[in-house]
């Protein structure tokens, strides 16, 4: 049966750019059941509305088969091979030299202390008669 179509889902040009870049099936065991355009539109779908894995509307497939497809992709390193290969091409589509030359590296996500290493970390109190919770937290 056919769904409406969500305003994430790829189309048919996106889809036969990131169909090749995907793994095989696995030779033996059970046939896929589900394709995997329908698994990219609810990764998509759920990377855009942020919900939660068992959120996902019914019209996709199972939640758990998408985490599944999610997840392996993750650990075989079908996502980075994704990224590695389209963003080049996405940047000369826009004019842009495909290799990059610089990076920039945000403040906030680099953090750092003036000290830094042993001397930047604080020792636990080692007091007796305390429970361990409060021996645990620094009040200076």
């Known amino acids: 049966m056919a769904r409406l179509a969500y305003p994430t889902d790829l189309t048919d040009a996106q889809w036969a750019l990131l169909a090749p870049l995907l793994p095989p099936p696995q030779p033996g065991g059970r046939p896929r059941t589900v394709h995997l355009r ?32 999610f997840r392996q992709w993750r650990l075989n390193g079908t996502w980075a091979r994704i990224h590695e290969t389209r963003r080049p091409q996405g940047r000369a589509a826009a004019g842009r030299d495909p290799t990059p030359s610089a990076a920039i590296i945000d403040s906030h996500t680099v953090k750092t202390t003036e000290k830094g290493g042993r001397g930047a970390m604080m020792a636990g109190s080692s007091s007796r008669g305390v429970s361990a919770l409060s021996s645990s937290i620094s009040w200076g």
Do not use: C, M
């Open 38 to 69: 329908e698994i990219l539109n609810a990764i998509f779908y759920l990377l855009r509305a942020g919900g939660a894995w068992r959120l996902l509307p019914h019209d996709f497939p199972p939640w758990g088969t998408v985490h599944y497809y």
